[in-house]
Every structure is written in C-alpha cells, then in structure tokens.
C-alpha cells in the first residue's frame, strides 16, 4: 500500500497548524477553554454574591462587580472572532444585571419596582451564556 498521500497529507495538516500557530490564530477549541478557566471563578462569585443579595445587596453588588471585570478582562485574550463576539455579549449583559444590582444595593426601597428589570436582565445574561455554551460545546 502506498503511504505517501497519507504522508503528504498529514504534513499539509501539521503545515496549517503551524501557520495557524504563528499568525496568532486562535481554534474556538483553545478559546473557549481560556474563557473557561475563568469562568468556573467567576461562576462562583456570582453565585455567592448573589446567594447574599437579600442579607447584604452592597456585598452582593461589590462581588457581581468584581465577577463582570475579571470576565471582561478575560475577553481580552480571546482572539477568535466568532468566541470573542459572544463572549463580548456574556460581558455585556452581565455589566448591565451588575449595574442593576448596583442600583438596587444603593436604594433598597426600589427592589420591587425592579423587579422585572432584574429579571429581564438576569434572562440576558443567561440566554448570552448559554450561546456561548452552545458555540463553545459544538
């Protein structure tokens, strides 16, 4: 049997991973796993800042800030255009559920009148995170 296509073909597939290497080229695999190691972090910190919100909202709002800047930052890396665009969406919606809270934290006596506002943006980040799963998982 001859194995030089085999061969040939096999050293075109290294070539292109090469290239793709040295033109900064990021697979969705390799970004998706970056924004990953981040996100487990950042998925607890908000849980916990969330799990908080009625005892101590400026607590709760301090924790989702921190969550939203560091998942931002971790944007940053992503070069993949189509991960960066939906990671960049997850960014969005979660600094406006932040700022939400934020506003909530700062005049308690509001909550109830915003209620529909938070709810409405909680679904915002969700359906963004979910995709990005969807990207991120195919």
């Known amino acids: 049997m001859n194995r030089r296509p085999a061969l040939l073909a096999g050293a075109a597939v290294v070539a292109l991973l090469a290239l793709s290497a040295c033109s900064g080229g990021q697979s969705t695999l390799e970004a998706c796993a970056a924004l990953s190691t981040t996100a487990t972090g950042i998925a607890a910190e908000v849980s916990s800042s969330l799990g908080g919100f009625a005892t101590d909202p400026q607590a709760a709002a301090t924790g989702l800030s921190k969550a939203s800047e560091a998942f931002g930052a971790s944007v940053k890396g992503i070069t993949n255009a189509e991960v960066k665009a939906r990671a960049e ?11 939400t809270v934020k506003d909530i934290a700062a005049d308690p006596a509001t909550a109830a009148d915003k209620a529909s506002t938070i709810t409405d943006s909680s679904r915002r980040v969700q359906d963004s995170l979910n995709e990005l799963g969807a990207l991120c998982t195919k």
């Open 89 to 99: 969406a997850v960014g969005s919606s979660l600094a406006d559920f932040t700022k």
